[in-house]
T-cell receptor, first 116, second 113 residues
Framework: QQQVKQSPQSLIVQKGGIPIINCAYE??????FPWYQQFPGKGPALLIA?????SEKKEGRFTISFNKSAKQFSLHIMDSQPGDSATYFC???????????????FGTGTLLAVQP | NAGVTQTPKFQVLKTGQSMTLQCAQD?????MYWYRQDPGMGLRLIYY???????DKGEVPNGYNVSRLNKREFSLRLESAAPSQTSVYFC????????????FGPGTRLTVT
């Protein structure tokens, strides 16, 4: 019930394409859903995050779509560029409202390659 | 403002040896975390500390101990390293409820032979 399932494991798109990465969760108590981006040899960095009271959030070329009833959320990258080539992780967290800490449960990651 | 720093960057140990991974943050965050990253398994939480003086187990704590030395520093100790502990280790910090973003360090690549 604590798992976050992420797919696909890897993805190759052409420059300008719209890669979509999907995640599903079981625990309805999760209340914070971030996406992290990781380049080789670096630590993950927050890309965008959403809470379950909204169905979509957009920041620049990155959009999260959230479906509370299906317990699924996805990341869309508009007009993808070779510089977006990285590993993307979805995550979910409990106790985020007023909690002293937010323990993240990560998906298994998606390796994205954007070809020029 | 360095963010989260980790030492060492790389380490090779023999089975049974011990070592401590160091982590420090300069953002005045209350919460700190240790994760391990293995291929195909994402990041898994080992231990976390909600504030100075407190620590709690995460998803995969066996074989590890931690110390929250002060607000800035959170160390991870392997008492008797095993090949199954070969991994990349990341330290992170955050400051809920002010910010839920976790800031990660650059990682330590550990190989146990």
């Amino acid at each position: 019930q604590q798992q976050v399932k992420q797919s696909p494991q890897s993805l190759i798109v052409q420059k300008g394409g719209i890669p979509i990465i999907n995640c599903a969760y079981e625990n309805t108590a999760f209340d914070y859903f971030p996406w992290y981006q990781q380049f080789p040899g670096k630590g993950p960095a927050l890309l965008i995050a959403i809470r379950p009271d909204v169905s979509e959030k957009k920041e620049g070329r990155f959009t999260i779509s959230f479906n509370k009833s299906a317990k699924q959320f996805s990341l869309h990258i508009m007009d993808s560029q070779p510089g977006d080539s990285a590993t993307y992780f979805c995550a979910a967290s409990l106790e985020s409202y007023g909690g002293a800490t937010n323990k993240l449960i990560f998906g298994t990651g998606t390796l994205l390659a954007v070809q020029p | 403002n360095a963010g989260v720093t980790q030492t060492p960057k790389f380490q090779v140990l023999k089975t049974g040896q011990s070592m401590t991974l160091q982590c420090a943050q300069d953002m005045n965050h209350n919460s700190m975390y240790w994760y391990r990253q293995d291929p195909g398994m994402g990041l898994r939480l080992i231990y976390y500390s909600a504030s100075e003086g407190t620590t709690d187990k995460g998803e995969v704590p066996n074989g590890y101990n931690v110390s929250r030395l002060n607000k800035r520093e959170f160390s991870l100790r392997l008492e008797s390293a095993a090949p199954s502990q070969t991994s990349v280790y990341f330290c992170a910090s955050s400051d809920p409820p002010l910010t839920y973003e976790q800031y990660f360090g650059p990682g330590t690549r550990l190989t146990v032979t």
